[in-house]
């Protein structure tokens, strides 16, 4: 006579190990293709950092080149998170909370619409429309504001600037700040919405002392999402920013990112060149790893408080 | 610090549906009133109109009059803001906010209402709603710890405590001991025999040995059938909703035949 406890359970264990491989199998494929991509960064920039500095572009050896660039990086992805936070942050409690269920239906569809135009687009738009709209104001900037370095003056005639570059990123990355941040807020549970509520909290009250510290988790990581975007993003900055020297002036031609620096430069690029921008491009895989791991460690700092236990 | 309610005529709707129909209820100041009933009957549905809780709900509204002290809480121009931090509310399951420590978790609905706040006098306010909701003496020590990390019954005495932190003039509770032990809901229970001193109390339970442990009056609601809106059926001192019934469905009932 067979024994049904023993048979009975091998089918089973099949499926479990088949998955489990398969689980572990995709674990790995993601380590796989990061050390790779790693790995040929790391390569193909070693001769720059070998390199003669004399024989670098700008002629002063590579951190030279490429620090004024970094820089230019961070600015346009602040100057996009700085618009886009607080936007796709009050977009997402609209649609979550004060919008009519209908209305928050629409524009939720909205939202995601945005996040499908590519950035070609979006670069397009940026140059053919909102540059030539920004020059007056840059304008009245330039001599009103002029005396903050930022503002500083002649403004550019043709609005191709950072400030441009960076409102096009922020119109870029709302959505995704705008749709995660919706999917947290709407995952707070009724309960510590009612007992708020119920112990006589404005809708606003509410907001802040259930909806913001249940998401704050999740807010910080999708911001975190929208600035990897910001800072990798490469067409919208290559087609609206007339690039060239750092300068602190926004207003101004002038300023660079990383990734449009490479994107304009590799068709023709070939020998050491070619390397300088692989080794551009480590530089800015390590700032996006660097911000996610800040994200990260944001997050894990309040864990005693985030409701999980 | 404590009122009565009177409840004229109130239906209750979700939508077109009518959930309650037609209740008239006289709530003593100073009491512990228990609703007891069989699910569905519209007893929480009830008991979250008397702070306006229910309108939280899309769609959900009430016609008639819940009267605080002679003051209609639907009335025109009164805002469901003020009425519910009055009205305290203690829900099924307990929830303190989890991203706040113990402390000030009792001390939310006072900020609400009193922004500026000496730290002596909060940590005054603190000691006597903890030690209010019988919980100071297990807190004490870790006032700035998350009260999520509390036990539930702990967790449930700490919403009592951040109840009745804002001096209110009812407190509410709905089914407070149903995700209890049998231990912590006894400390509830005892709770609610000292609550009764300084508020009035309203419970809702589906244990009709509660209701008879800790109520004054008892309310017994029920329903013809899925879809009937809920009524109240009877409404008299305990002693006598569970001795001698005057309605042959609040016997059935309290003699465990049905629900």
Partial sequence: MSNTLTEGGAKGRAGDKVFSGLTLFAGCLILVVLFAVAAFLILQAMPTFAADPAKITGGEGFWVYIWPIVIGTLIAAVIALLIATPVGIGVALFISHFAPRKMAQGLGYVVDLLAAIPSVVYGAWGIAVLAPALVPVYGWLAENAGWIPIFQGPASQTGKTMLTAGIVLSVMILPIITSLSREIFLQTPKLHEEAALAMGATRWEMIRMAVFPFARAGVISAVMLGLGRALGETMAVALVLSSGALIPSLIKSGNQTIAAEIALNFPEAFGLRLSELIAAGLILFVITLAVNMIARWIISRHKEFSGAN | MSKRIDVNDLNVYYGNFLAVEGVNINIEPKSVTAFIGPSGCG??????????????????????????????????????????????????????????????????????????????????????SLTGANLWNEVKDRLDKPGSGLSGGQQQRLCIARAIAVKPEVILMDEPCSALDPISTLAIEDLIEELKNEYTVVIVTHNMQQAARVSDKTAFFNIAGTGKPGKLIEYNETGLIFSNPQEKATEDYVSGRFG
């Fill in chain 2, 43 to 128: 007893k929480s549905t009830f008991l979250r109109t008397l702070n306006r809780m229910h309108e939280v709900l899309p769609g959900a509204r009430v016609e008639g009059e819940v009267l605080l002290d002679g003051e209609n809480l639907y009335g025109q121009g009164v805002d469901p803001v003020t009425v519910r931090s009055q009205i305290g509310m203690v829900f099924q399951r307990p929830n303190p906010f989890p991203t706040m420590s113990i402390r000030d978790n009792v001390l939310a609905g006072v900020k609400l209402n009193n922004k500026r706040m000496s730290k002596s006098d909060a940590d005054a306010l603190v000691e006597k």
